[in-house]
């Protein structure tokens, strides 16, 4: 999904409005985290984040989406060697998959879009460490959206934590600018080289993905035209959220609000957003 407005910069009102469809995305992919089981379609957690977003009167960013042809649902549902843009559908969930989820949600005329990784039932210590050390390129991520730094500080913490676990973060499908339109600038891609790059100001709002490769970087697109996929058939994770820079550090807009949501954000947070513990690299594939 590409496209772009240029760098827009957020007034406080509208980060204010960009952190309630944060917030109501952030619900709607709880949702579908918690349709996530063996026997499930991909279909029903797609239909899980839709309840959600009608609850809250939001809008669905993605449906719609042009491409080949108009994106035909509200999330992006990717299994195993499936990286993004996977269509849900009547595909069902195995014990043992990786599923990624990624939703967007528009309140107001803002969007707020994010995504996660999780397993199925029990997973391999490859596919457990996979999700860890994505999550942990987010975090990283997210604490280099400074005010002075550049968007090349931020693609190199991710690629430098991501390649430091023997992963491989993908080239062709980057992070962007997120704001009245799904896609802005600036592009922040998932590899690049510190000091360089657009400088970051407050106002700047950014959707960080990590997209990465338990394999190779290559990429494919499959017959649906839409689904891509890791060409040598190896595991992926993906993970985002829009996060906002301010004087005060980096603020992400996709997360729930503990003390709002009673024990909803502790699990969501904690999996998703919780900034995870450093993963230990023992046994990492040479």
Not at 164 to 171: E, G, I, L
Not at 224 to 235: C, E, F, K, P
Request: proline share 5%.
């Amino acid at each position: 999904m590409k496209g772009s407005r240029g760098v827009v910069l957020k007034s406080n009102r509208e980060l204010a409005i960009m952190r309630r469809a944060g917030r109501i995305n952030a619900l709607a992919l709880l949702a579908a985290v918690e349709a996530v089981r063996p026997g499930a379609t991909t279909a029903d957690l797609n239909e899980a984040a839709v309840a959600v977003l009608r609850e809250y009167d939001a809008e669905p960013a993605f449906l719609g989406y042009p491409g080949a042809y108009p994106y035909p649902a509200a999330t992006t549902v990717c299994i195993n060697q499936e990286l993004v843009h996977g269509i849900p559908g009547n595909r069902r969930l195995q014990e043992g998959d990786l599923v990624s989820i990624d939703c967007g949600a528009i309140v107001e005329g803002f969007v707020g879009d994010s995504a996660i990784t999780v397993g199925v039932g029990e997973i391999s210590a490859e596919a457990e460490r996979l999700i860890q050390v994505t999550a942990e390129a987010l975090r990283v991520g997210i604490e280099a959206m400074r005010l002075g730094h550049r968007t090349g500080d931020v693609s190199a913490a991710i690629q430098q934590r991501v390649e430091a676990s023997k992963f491989n973060v993908v080239r062709e499908y980057t992070g962007h600018g997120v704001g009245r339109a799904m896609h802005e600038d600036p592009q922040v891609p998932n590899y690049g080289r510190a000091g360089t790059g657009m400088t970051l100001r407050v106002g700047m709002t950014i959707a960080l993905e990590p997209m990465v490769l338990a394999g190779r970087p290559e990429t494919q697109v499959q017959e649906d035209q839409w689904t891509v996929s890791s060409v040598d058939g190896s595991l992926t994770a993906h993970f985002e959220h829009s996060v906002a820079v301010t004087p005060n550090g980096p603020l992400a807009l996709t997360t729930l609000d503990p003390v709002l949501d009673a024990g909803l954000g502790d699990r969501y947070n904690g999996y998703f957003a919780g900034f995870p513990k450093p993963v230990k690299d023992q046994g990492a594939r040479g």
